[in-house]
Structure formats: structure tokens, C-alpha cells
């Protein structure tokens, strides 16, 4: 049976590294769009047949899950916390046992996802080092009366990485 991981994400921070992490668990990866290109560029090979693309809420992340389900994948990729609320119901209600049947991770850490059973594996987008970084530059505006606007400055540039948080919803295939 092949074993397929779907990648569908927005920021790309990180994708790379979990990409050939799934490939070393044996997945084939499945991508679209800008995704698919920036795997390309990293020299990772994709399948764009089995993407599904929708609003990033439960309804479709639970319709999403149901295609996917029918194909037998053995691994998927929610590419929010909204679409996952949809995804796990649905994966429930089929009886796939994760990550025994699926490999789950979903793009976007809530402290919901930790107490999933089991935890689910994430992509951490930074939230909260992106509300640190926010508040930092606009009480550094405030302090400097007539200031630029942050970002005016040719060159700047503020980035919040994404890191992969591994918990027990990602397994070898057997």
C-alpha cells in the first residue's frame, strides 16, 4: 500500500525539515500551489493529486478527512486548528486508529491538541513570539516620537520561524 502525507501550508518556515521527516517515515508527499513549488525547489518530490482545498473551518476539515479516508491515505495534514476540529471527529467516527492507521499533524499549536488522545503532532506557527514581536516594535514606535513606520526601512525584515512539534500522533507505517 503506498503511504501518502499530504503538505498544505502557508508560511513554509520549517516545511522542509518535516517533509523529509515524513519521507524518512516512509510517506509519499502530496502538495499543491506554492507548497508544492517550494518542496520542488528544495528537490523533494510531491503528488498534487490528492489535495483537497477549501475554507479553513470545521466543516471542511471534516469533509476533507472523509476524502482522504476513502483513498486509504495513511497520513494527513490539517493546515489549521479550525479544520482539524472537523478532521478528528470524522477520523473518530471511521474507527482509524492514529497513529497506529493515520499519521496526523496539524498546522497551528493549541493547548487542546496536547490533551488529544494521543497528542497531536504539530507545526507551531510562534503566536506568541509573533504578539511579543508585534507589542516590541509598536511600544519601540511609541517611544520614538515622528518615527518611520516599522517596515519603511529598506531591508528590514521581522520573521517568526515555525517548529515541528513531534507528540504520538505520527508513526511508521508497518
Request: charged share 20%; hydrophobic share 45%; net charge negative.
Amino acid at each position: 500500500m503506498t503511504q501518502r502525507a499530504l503538505l498544505s501550508v502557508y508560511d513554509k518556515t520549517g516545511l522542509e525539515g518535516f517533509a523529509r521527516g515524513l519521507q524518512q517515515l516512509g510517506f509519499e508527499l502530496v502538495a499543491s500551489g506554492n507548497t508544492s513549488r517550494a518542496l520542488g525547489e528544495a528537490g523533494i518530490d510531491v503528488d498534487r493529486a490528492l489535495v483537497s482545498r477549501g475554507a479553513f473551518d470545521p466543516e471542511f476539515g471534516s469533509r476533507a478527512a472523509v476524502q482522504l479516508l476513502d483513498t486509504h491515505a495513511t497520513a494527513l495534514f490539517v493546515a489549521n486548528h479550525e479544520a482539524v476540529f472537523g478532521a478528528l471527529p470524522a477520523i473518530v467516527s471511521r474507527g482509524v486508529r492514529v497513529p497506529d492507521e493515520l499519521s496526523l499533524v496539524c498546522y497551528e499549536d493549541i493547548p487542546w491538541l496536547q490533551t488529544w488522545a494521543p497528542p497531536i503532532t504539530v507545526v507551531d506557527n510562534g503566536p506568541r513570539q509573533l504578539a511579543d514581536l508585534a507589542m516590541d516594535l509598536l511600544l519601540g514606535q511609541l517611544e520614538r516620537t515622528g518615527a518611520a513606520v516599522v517596515g519603511s526601512a529598506p531591508g528590514r525584515t521581522y520573521r517568526v520561524g515555525a517548529a515541528l512539534i513531534e507528540r504520538r500522533s505520527t508513526a511508521p507505517r508497518r
